[in-house]
């Protein structure tokens, strides 16, 4: 998957975010669908990504 990214002071280093509650965002298809047993809620999701800067 490409996406465009945007550098923030929101966001640590090291970390990024990509909301995922849209359905036509393609994102939900690279992470887990598992829910916790115990409070039915879905877990955090995670996933290796790697960021690249692309020529001007």
Request: proline letters at 11%; one cysteine or more; hydrophobic letters at 45%.
């Amino acid at each position: 998957m490409e996406a465009p990214a945007r550098l923030t002071r929101s966001v640590r280093p090291g970390v990024l975010f990509m909301p995922i509650h849209f359905g036509e965002n393609p994102a939900n298809m690279l992470t887990s669908s598992a829910c916790d047993p115990i409070a039915k809620i879905p877990e955090f999701k995670v996933s290796a990504v790697r960021i690249e800067k692309l020529a001007a």
